[in-house]
């Protein structure tokens, strides 16, 4: 199985900070990395897929990049409702794997 | 709209197997590249992919969970069947269902969870 690594794996910040998560495979994956957020209680939420596409109604202040093993997700102008966990997921090899996750909260 | 729905017990005793059923609106299992996964989560844990049924009936299960993971669908009644056998109370967590689309630029999508389901697994 392929594991992804997160890091760091929490991170405080401020309201209007820019914010960079990144997500490591064991072994290349090309693109097929996806991010998701979840908060307390609730389902994960697809944010970025394929790297850098972001999924529909998703704010741009959401990105992604990388290719192969290494990756981030950038948050800029961060907002109150994006404080959560954030967990990247590799879909290249089954059985696909989630990072064990960054939790962003307020400085 | 996409929505997903799991069912099934709150509490199951070691060594009893857990069925889950996921119950689904908004597509169809009989579309080319449409699926379903089971993903769980431990209190305070990453999320951990179980399995997942593709629409031509293809089935793929967790490496470590294999043996103990059956998934199933109808078709019809837009439903998808998770059993999981010989329960422990290490199995304890919120058991989600999710529409997931199969295609060229990103493998497996998940891009449609249900609220999820707790079980927990105790004598």
Known sequence: DIQMTQSPSSLSASVGDRVTLTCRASQSITTYL????????????????????LQSGVPSRFSGSGSGTDFTLTISNLQPEDFATYYCQQTYSLPDTFGQGTKLDIK | QV??????PALV??????????TFSGFSLNING???????QAPGKAPEWLARIDW???????????????????TPKNQ??????????????????????????????????GQGTLVTVSS
Do not use: F
């Open chain 1, 34 to 53: 996806n991010w998701y957020q979840q908060k307390a209680g609730k389902a994960p939420k697809l944010l970025i897929y394929a790297t850098s596409l």
């Open chain 2, 13 to 22: 005793k070691p060594t009893q197997t857990l069925t889950l059923t996921c």
């Open chain 2, 3 to 8: 929505t997903l729905r799991e069912s099934g």
């Open chain 2, 56 to 74: 031509d009936d293809d089935r793929h299960y967790s490496t470590s969970l294999k043996a103990r993971l059956t998934i199933s669908k109808d």
């Open chain 2, 80 to 113: 998808v069947v998770l059993t999981m056998t010989n329960m422990d109370p290490v199995d304890t967590g919120t058991y989600y269902c999710a529409r997931t689309r199969r295609g060229a630029v990103a493998g497996g999508l998940i891009d449609h969870w």
């Open chain 2, 34 to 40: 449409m699926c379903v996964s089971w993903v769980r």
